[in-house]
């Protein structure tokens, strides 16, 4: 299928939006995957970026806010044949939902994650995100953020995420390569898109990005110490690229009943379990 | 013809083991009981005692009154000693501690040396089991037995366990033998020996659910122990959740996804869940809820038993959709029941609740084996060419059960579920006349689902003149109050009820204005069956009758205030 057949519908982003460009990466990376749209699945909170599944033509979970990764891994366990896609903004991954962020890089099921992170909140136009630098002034902060912003590479690394990139949504080509290659990777793939807020982020805007971004040569993807440098650098350098790139044992793989059909497709008689009851004899 | 036994102690000093030793052989040799736990929320220490009851039939509820006292601490014999019948007899070690010189009915059985002579400590239970025997006038062939499966694969255990079991039986003789009769054995078959939790997870398991995901909170995690420790065997996953949010949003993911899902809670886990519950509601996505209550408001008495949380299986969640709320009254018809949540779940595409409380899930009973044919296990998934094209998830119709289909099911269709109001596709909306057919479409599923819920049970005189209403896990002591006040003479039935949303009205109608006084009985402070049954019909039940300070009722208790407002 051609990348536009999985482009949908009639969005409600702002023109200019930086959610363009991750949106056609997205349909682009599944295009020259060959994935058919039955056998994706989109999973999202709410938000701006949440809008994802309305967008792209494959099955779509837009759920509650900030809980867009625990259905993602229940539809793991249920069907692994699914490609599942986490996308989502950073208010929805890091600050609502932070607590599933946490605990599903432990457990290292077979998703990407790609996180919209415009560093500020959209859709109730305009308070401090997790990912807002400090001393960004919005309605409620009115004194700017005083909270240093919270570092989500540096995190999922420590958490021992095995795929861990940062891309800009300003860099499209880029954005689309490292989403196949989180796609394709077996585990938790961490993609922290920066992404402009034209209506709400006047700190942050497309030049502020440019002027920065840069792509770091990465010699060895599985040096772990030297993916966390670059995921720490921030300011007037911002380093893009995949800083970390190590498989190990996947969620999946550590759960034996899952090994053969995925669970969804097996056929089930209650008669054949009824021996069950007998250690109660 | 009955005996009723109570073993005492500290948190960790093993009452478990001794009664699901001694329950488990009774049973096998053909003995109906009923045993429960009254526990504390603690791992040592505090004051923890469970309860034996063995009677003809399968009993329904355990008593006041001991026979047979096993005191492991002072504490316990301190406690209960003024229950305990004038022909009664405690089993104690006399080295912990000695009773009252006027008191002439121990049975001093040194549990702790004996224990350590056939090999360790940690056999004092079995040691406290051999004089429990030897009391009963039980033979030990069927406990040795027991023990033999119990440590096969520890090697020496079994003999050394038989060896302090000897021990025990040795020492308990010189005191008292046989000096309790045994009620007739049952002669309709082999009973299983299982607690209220292991009954809903093996129901789970039998109608093909495949995944649970929970966060462990007591009541509940029973359940969820039970499946995980079959999880090796059969094709479930058991999954703990990081909360009990991520606990229900993982499970409507594997629903939406294709296989029966269940969560397990309690009312502070069910608190934090009802978000999702108003998510399966909007996005239509079959779902169990067994929610296991306990004592609030907040964390309340963590390991005790109310029915505080009807109200809030009702109404929790923001927003307005259908559900149904159903209960576990008995071992025996909470094994069907739970297989109809799930029945009812992906029939009508709704989230069921299913109530248990811990007076349900802790208490063992001796039962028939299940019937696993009874179970049912229809997904209604649209089948190939069974739908209109393209395939639209929350497409309208008549009944307002849109055809569901699983993603990848079908070569090109997409499911699309979203939590935002929507269009027949799936896709956001905001305007004002879809938003009346999609929610009109939600609301008509209860209509043909309120009509698949069953009547309240009746039982007792037929046309009585007093009516003890209840809901579930009462259904035992109402069952034994009902016996007891008929045998009195009095015209009295107990009309129970399973499922009770929708609420099932037909026999309320029938009875309620016809009867002198009822009663609703309640492990609540307010009342809130009455108040329902008030609001959706309009009757007014006359008397409720309320116990909430975290312990089940016991008939006697309930027979009082019936009496009293029979005088009255």
Known sequence: ?281 | MEVNILVGGAAGQGMDTVMNLLGKSLVREDYGLIYTKDYMSRVRGGHNFSTLRIAGGTPWTTVHSVDILVALNEETYKLHYHKLVPSGRIIYDPDVFTLPEDEDRGVPVELKKLAEEAGGKVMANTVAVGALLVLLGMESNTVEELLEETFKEKEGMAGKNVNALKAGMAAAEKFCSACFSLPPKNEDGQKLFIDGNQVLGMAALGSGCRFLSAYPMTPSTGVMNYLAGKSKEYPVVVEQAEDEIAAINMALGASYSGVRSLTCTSGGGFALMVEGLSLAGMIETPLVIILAMRPGPATGLPTRTEQGDLEFAIHGGHGEFPRAVLAATSHEDAFYRLNKAFELADRYQVPVIFLSDQNFADTHRSVEPFDFGRLSYNRHLVEDGGYEKPYQRYRLTESGISPRAIPGQFPGETVLVDSDEHDQNGNIIESAEERNQMSAKRMRKLKALAEELDEPDLYGDPRPETLLIGWGSTYGVLRETIDALSASGLKVAMLHFSDIWPLPQKRLRSLLPEVRLSCCVENNATGQLASLIRRETGLTVDKRINKNNGRPFMPDEIIKEVEKYHES
């Not at chain 1, 990348?3 to 702002?14: V, Y």
């Not at chain 1, 295009?31 to 699945?41: I, K, R, S, T, Y």
């Not at chain 1, 903004?89 to 939902?97: A, I, M, P, Q």
């Not at chain 1, 793939?189 to 942050?204: E, G």
């Open chain 1, 1 to 281: 299928m051609k990348a536009d057949h999985f482009l949908l519908g009639e969005t409600a982003w702002c023109p200019g939006c930086g959610n363009f460009p991750i949106r056609e990466a997205l349909a682009e990376a599944l295009a020259e995957l060959d994935l058919p749209p039955e056998q994706v699945l989109i999973c999202s909170g709410i938000g701006q970026a949440a809008k994802m599944p309305h967008y792209i033509k494959a099955n779509g979970f837009n759920g509650l806010h900030g809980r867009a990764l625990p259905p993602a891994l229940g539809a793991r366990i249920a069907n692994k044949n699914l490609k599942v896609i986490v996308s989502s903004g950073d208010g929805d991954s890091y600050g609502e939902g932070g607590n599933h962020f946490v605990h599903n890089v432990r457990r290292n099921p077979n998703l990407a994650h790609f996180i919209h992170d415009n560093q500020v909140y959209g859709l109730t136009k305009g308070q401090a995100s997790p990912t807002s630098d400090r001393g960004m002034v919005t309605g409620v902060q009115v004194n700017g953020v005083i909270n240093p912003a919270l570092n989500p590479l540096a995190l999922a690394l420590v958490l021992g995420a095995g795929f861990v990139a940062r891309c800009f949504s300003g860099e499209k080509e880029h954005l689309k390569e490292t989403m196949k290659a989180a796609i394709n990777f077996e585990g938790y793939a961490l993609v922290d898109i920066l992404q402009p807020c034209v209506s709400f982020n006047k700190r942050n805007t497309y030049k502020w990005y440019k002027d920065r971004v840069h792509f770091p040569d990465v010699s060895d993807p599985e040096d772990w110490s030297a993916a966390m440098d670059l995921a720490r650098q921030w300011g007037d350098q911002i380093p893009l690229g995949i800083f970390y790139n190590a498989t190990r044992p996947t969620f999946e793989d550590s759960l034996e009943v899952l090994s053969g059909e995925p669970l969804a497709k097996r056929s089930f008689e209650p008669n054949d379990v009824a021996g069950v009851q007998n250690e109660f004899l």
